[in-house]
């Protein structure tokens, strides 16, 4: 289920029995004390799915009974609760990645919670304190869980937000299949040496360029989610008068056009979208990077105008994150760099074998239950300054745990104070990147490009 329009909204909620949504509105209406619903199962699952024309795509992994990974749907402010089952054959584990939850429900192997073997399951449950879009995905063994298709939206939904006229999720990703459709290997170690092996079918929720319904004249919430573990999208909207409203879970402070925008694995895309008032017109999202521009997905206008205007959609509310005390921050040094040194890799959570990348000059070696030394030890609700460098010839996707940062200036062109969890640093720019440390736990930051975080590009920060 990827388009709601509001009249449909409660029925295919209610139907899909996704979290809580249709249930904790039910509630409210009636009275009722907040009851918990039942939490969401999310079983992994091993199936044939037609990506591409011919037969069937084996060993491709799903969550749940759909053939792709569910939007899960919660609302900011209430209690979730999610049960991992693990019905394959290979430990896993979730991350919810942007969403500030609390260490123990991070998901991460080893360091944080044990492996979900085979038959076993593993209980999530947390508030989250941000609305906005989020997205889901294992925290192990992650090229092959990830690259065969475990990887989900997450909406997060506040009640005061303003009236859309549909919604449209899309999940965006690559699959490395070859011609026969079936799965080729996962990376090459040349290319995870520079910016990554890229897929080979790009998909818009698991097809190749979707198109869906929308209300004539009205506006569109598009929410839109890199889950790819490699592909840096730049995206443009032909076609209606789109704006830029949130990205990474956070709305922006000055709304814009989305100009050849850059995001990369990992970013997430709110777009408020009008459509054309002709019936029929087709609004596309394209991803205008590199040599092979692409349609990802289109719109097209259905019935009569609404006759909407983009002006009128009120503001978006900030999510509750800390202020930044830049005066009194402490700064950390931050690194990113290529490595010649082959640190032997524990093995444990889907090694590559391989040490390309360093943080502050030491490859990670593995997620395990005693990791290297954190990159930091942070107090407790002070203020800090990360000055990220990149000193690679790539642009990396840099993600951390746990806390939202805002993005205060870079070397190399203005930006905007945006909020978020996952920064795109290009060749050679430097960033700084204010946070306060207000959730404490072990967090780890990586480069979202997969092989990058599994072959050197992770570290973490500690907060006590
Ligand atoms: Cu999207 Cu370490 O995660
Ligand atoms: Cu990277």
């Avoid at 084996?58 to 019905?87: Q, S, W």
Wanted: aromatic share 8%.
């Amino acid at each position: 289920m990827t388009v709601f329009t509001r009249r449909n909204f409660l029925k295919a909620s209610a139907a899909a029995g996704l979290a809580g949504i249709g249930a904790s509105t039910i509630g409210r209406l009636s009275g009722l004390a907040a009851a918990r619903t039942d939490p969401v199962v999310l079983k992994t699952a091993t199936i044939e799915a037609q990506l591409m024309n011919g037969a069937p795509t084996k060993n491709v992994l799903t969550y749940g009974d759909a053939v792709m990974p569910p939007v899960i749907r919660m609302r900011k402010g209430e209690p979730f609760a999610a049960r991992l089952v693990n019905g394959i054959d290979d430990p896993t584990t979730i991350h919810w990645h942007g969403i500030r939850v609390p260490n123990k429900m991070d998901g991460v192997p080893f360091m944080i919670q044990p492996y979900v073997y085979q038959g076993d399951h593993f209980d999530y449950a947390f508030t989250p304190p941000d609305a906005g879009t989020f997205w889901y995905h294992p925290h192990c063994n992650t090229l092959t869980q990830m690259g065969h298709g475990l990887t989900g939206v997450i909406v997060v939904e506040n009640p005061n937000d303003p009236a859309f006229d549909a919604e449209v999720v899309i999940n965006l990703r690559d699959w490395r299949l070859g011609d026969d459709g079936q799965f080729i290997e996962q990376f090459r170690p040349r290319d995870a040496a520079k910016g990554g092996t890229y897929g080979t079918l790009r998909t818009a929720n698991w097809l190749d360029q979707p198109q869906y319904d929308a209300p004539a004249g009205g506006l569109v919430r598009l929410r839109a989610a890199i889950t790819d573990v490699t592909r840096v999208y730049a995206f443009r909207v032909d076609g209606a008068e789109a704006a830029v409203i949130a990205l990474d879970g956070n709305p922006v402070p000055q709304r814009f056009a989305p100009d050849a925008l850059q995001l990369g694995p990992g970013q997430r895309l709110e777009l408020a979208i009008r459509m054309p008032d002709d019936e029929g017109a087709i609004v596309s999202l394209r991803d205008v990077r590199g040599t092979k521009p692409k349609i990802l997905a289109t719109l097209r206008s259905v019935g009569k105008s609404l006759k909407r205007d983009v002006r009128d959609l009120g503001p978006l509310e900030a999510n509750p994150v800390a202020e930044v005390d830049l005066a009194g921050a402490q700064h950390i040094p931050l690194a990113l760099s290529a490595t010649a040194e082959n640190v032997p890799n524990n093995g444990i959570c889907g090694s590559l074998g391989y040490s390309f990348w360093a943080i502050n000059k030491v490859p990670w070696s593995g997620d395990s239950p005693d990791p290297t030394a954190p990159l930091a030890e942070l107090k407790l609700g002070q203020s800090y300054v990360v000055d990220m460098e990149n000193l690679t010839p790539h642009a990396h996707p840099i993600h951390l745990h746990g806390m939202s940062f805002k993005v205060l200036s870079s070397s190399t062109r203005p930006v905007q104070p945006l909020i978020s969890d996952t920064y795109l640093i290009q060749a050679n720019e430097k960033v700084q990147l204010g946070f306060v440390a207000d959730n404490p736990g072990d967090w780890l930051l990586h480069c979202h490009i997969i092989e990058h975080q599994k072959t050197g590009m992770t570290s973490y920060l500690r907060v006590v």
